[in-house]
T-cell receptor, first 114, second 113 residues
């Protein structure tokens, strides 16, 4: 199946700093990518839909100025957590849509804010 | 917002037994998908069932869909210790133009050797 990568897999940062997470579709082009957040022992919550060449669509309750999404090419979307705080510590997972009904998930990025 | 609700939240069985997980959802859907997640890892797509399908098989997996009850079940037959993971259902809601998925809370399956 198709492969989606995320980088980094783990990151520890200090409170107040910004962290960028990359999501790449390695063998297909994805006009649409999704960003999810997963807290420990909980399910995935959709944060935003990232569209190549246009602004991301954020879910209700997700601060767009805090979670900056850039989808500059058909194979790369980035999520930047700005001014991170300990409550932003979570597992962030991206997915890339290959077709309307098929999307592939990245391995996730574990963010710890100290 | 979450749409799917899985039950049970946790399931512990012996190797060789069958495991059944259920998922209920609230709105009309295009399709329903089941995913597996090993602890601290990404998601692996298991199976997709479309709204006009009632049952689907893939290896040891059997998925049913009852759109009148807005529910689905995932059956894993002859379970193995390697099946230990969390299992999530996800719905692709009807009319959604971008295919974004809404995940249920998941069932944590533990298969004891």
């Amino acid at each position: 199946g198709a492969v989606v990568s995320q980088h980094p897999s783990r990151v520890i940062c200090k409170s107040g700093t910004s962290v960028k997470i990359e999501c790449r579709s390695l063998d297909f082009q994805a006009t649409t990518m999704f960003w999810y957040r997963q807290f420990p022992k909980q399910s995935l919550m959709l944060m935003a839909t990232s569209n190549e060449g246009s602004k991301a669509t954020y879910e209700q309750g997700v601060e767009k100025d805090k979670f900056l999404i850039n989808h500059a090419s058909l194979t790369l979307s980035t999520l930047t957590v700005t001014s991170a705080h300990p409550e932003d510590s979570s597992f962030y997972i991206c997915s890339a849509r290959e077709t309307v009904s098929k999307q592939y998930f990245g391995p996730g990025t574990r963010l710890t804010v100290t | 917002s979450q749409q799917g609700e899985e039950d049970p939240q946790a399931l512990s069985i012996q190797e060789g037994e069958n495991a059944t997980m259920n998922c209920s959802y609230k709105t009309s859907i295009n399709n329903l998908q089941w995913y597996r997640q090993n602890s601290g890892r990404g998601l692996v797509h298991l199976i997709l069932i479309r709204s006009n399908e009632r049952e689907k098989h893939s290896g040891r997996l059997r998925v049913t869909l009852d759109t009148s009850k807005k529910s689905s079940s995932l059956l894993i037959t002859a379970s193995r210790a390697a099946d230990t993971a969390s299992y999530f259902c996800a719905t692709d809601t009807y009319g959604g133009s971008q295919g974004n998925l809404i995940f249920g809370k998941g069932t944590k399956l533990s298969v004891k050797p």
